[in-house]
């Protein structure tokens, strides 16, 4: 947990930041009233999916859900709320899913320039996938 507040002079975090080399950052507003084509993004973001790189999230307001399939393929949803910082690996398949209150604001993190590209499921033959996997397997054995 971070403070929202003053989370950008908070040693921990700038140096979380520094050691896994976030270089980019950006803020987005999720709600009906501040996100230009909020239907299409809502339903896009609750597609079953995996990214080629990590999604970074830090929830400067609000709350909602993210979904992950654990290794046997089941859901587990985390509620996402302000103070929180959230890394998901590259090729783990996710969904996001605002709650009744219709409201995020969400710092997105990213190693150098940002990729947001959602590749939805069946997405098992991406080579992020296959080392998602492998990862997965040894951390299993
Ligand atoms: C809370 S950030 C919005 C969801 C998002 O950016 C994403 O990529 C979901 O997978
Ligand atoms: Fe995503
Ligand atoms: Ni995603």
């Keep these: 947990m971070f ?11 700038i140096e979380l930041k520094r050691s896994r080399g976030y270089t980019y950052e950006d803020s987005v507003e999720i709600s009906p009233e501040k996100l230009p084509g909020y239907h299409d993004k809502i339903k896009m973001f609750f597609a079953e999916h995996i990214h080629t790189d ?3 999230r830090f929830i400067e307001a609000g709350s909602g859900y993210f979904d992950v399939r654990d290794l046997d393929d089941k859901w587990i949803r985390i509620l996402v709320e302000a103070g929180d910082l959230l ?15 219709d409201y ?17 499921r069946p997405a ?8 998602y996997i492998d990862r997965m397997k040894c951390q299993k054995a």
């Design 3 to 13: 403070n929202p507040k003053d989370v950008d002079e908070n040693k921990e975090f």
């Design 104 to 120: 995020i604001k969400a710092r997105r993190l990213f190693i150098g320039e940002p990729v947001w590209t959602p590749y939805n």
């Design 87 to 101: 890394v998901l690996p590259a090729g783990i398949y996710h969904r996001f899913t605002c709650d009744k209150n």
């Design 124 to 131: 098992d033959d991406m080579e992020e996938r296959k080392k």
């Design 54 to 56: 990590e999604e970074i």
